[in-house]
């Protein structure tokens, strides 16, 4: 079965804006600033990334995960995966 993977580039923005997050976050600590300030900032990465995993993870489950459904041994596997891709991202 040839994987038909769905396009993730609509995330490349708010990874960038990310990336840019981290700079700040970073030229905080250079700066000495206050810890709650840091922290803030850290909060907000936190939450803009855990934005970006939800997205991909829709995806998946609306193309990848549905088109398993074919095949009761494809639809298996794929149940599995996601059992374990769940249990990794307990939080």
Known sequence: MTKNIPC???DIPRLNRISGQIEGVKKMIEEGRYCPEILSQL???RSAVK???VRILE????HCVA???ATD???DKKIDELLALFNRYED
């Open 8 to 10: 993730h580039k609509d």
């Open 59 to 62: 995806r998946h489950l609306k």
């Open 67 to 69: 088109q398993s459904f």
């Open 43 to 45: 909060r907000a990465v």
């Open 51 to 53: 934005s970006v995993e």
């Open 73 to 75: 041994k494809e639809k």
